[in-house]
């Protein structure tokens, strides 16, 4: 194929961006800012429901508080109502049955003693873990207003690209129709169709030439294309 060299040029821009655009067929073309966005959108979501179930287990913690010091407080009541009826009673089996009475009050009042003790540790435990996911939330809030200031520059950039396929359209029309037809030949053939070529390697399949195939191709006229003898594409050699 004949083909002066800034037309070698348009060519192998074509091939290259041609085969860039088939590397990247099928893959997302979803920006990376909005993946990261998601993510921390994701993370998140986990950690307020996270926050949500520690806020609920304070609060019902707090309810198990109060229902312990109510009991308590009725049977203070108890025990006391029981000690002043002792003080009037002579009734032997009466003062055995207040007696009772005012010792499982007691009992179960030391008991109760224990669970508040218990249930104060354990809550302080718990708004430590509330508080610590109240952080992280925040934390996250902070982050996902960062990245979606991140994410809508990302899309304000992208909508500035280039069209790819509009810039094949441009280049394809600075070249004349039979080096086109001999271009899309070879690259239906093998999915290339031209090449760089550094001296010793082949740019389509990345092979390093037998040095009499280099002498071949180094002696090919400079406005003629030699082809790769092992993949056919045209080869595009550097000005000299």
């Known amino acids: 194929m004949k083909l002066s060299r800034e037309s070698q040029a348009v060519l192998l821009e074509l091939a290259t961006l041609q085969r860039n655009l088939d590397t990247s ?5 979803e920006l990376p800012e ?17 926050a949500a179930s520690a806020q609920m287990a ?9 229902r312990i010091q109510a009991d308590e407080t009725k049977l203070r009541r108890r025990e006391k109502d029981a000690r002043n009826q002792l ?19 007691k009992s179960r009042l030391a008991d109760l ?16 873990n509330r508080d610590s996911h109240g952080a992280q939330v925040d934390e996250l809030a902070r982050q996902v207003e960062a990245a979606t200031r991140a994410r809508d520059v990302a899309v304000e950039a992208s909508t500035h690209i280039p069209d790819p396929a509009a810039h094949v359209r441009e280049l394809r029309e600075q070249l004349d129709e039979a080096a086109l037809a001999e271009y899309d030949r070879q690259r239906e053939e093998n999915e290339v169709g031209a090449a760089a070529y550094n001296g010793r390697t082949c740019g389509g399949c990345f092979i390093v030439l037998p040095p009499a195939d ?14 790769c003898p092992n993949c056919g594409s045209y080869l595009i050699r550097k000005a000299g």
């Open 25 to 29: 067929a099928g893959k997302s073309n």
């Open 58 to 66: 304070v609060d019902d913690m707090e309810n198990e508080i109060l």
């Open 113 to 128: 003693m224990a669970e508040l003790q218990e249930a104060h540790n354990e809550i302080h435990a718990l708004r430590n």
């Open 34 to 50: 909005q993946r990261e966005l998601d993510e921390l959108l994701k993370k998140q979501q986990q950690m307020r429901d996270a």
């Open 87 to 105: 003080g009037a009673a002579t009734d032997p089996e009466t003062r055995r049955d207040l007696e009772h009475d005012r010792y499982s009050a």
């Open 214 to 227: 280099r002498a071949a191709i180094q002696g090919t006229p400079v406005d003629e294309l030699p082809q």
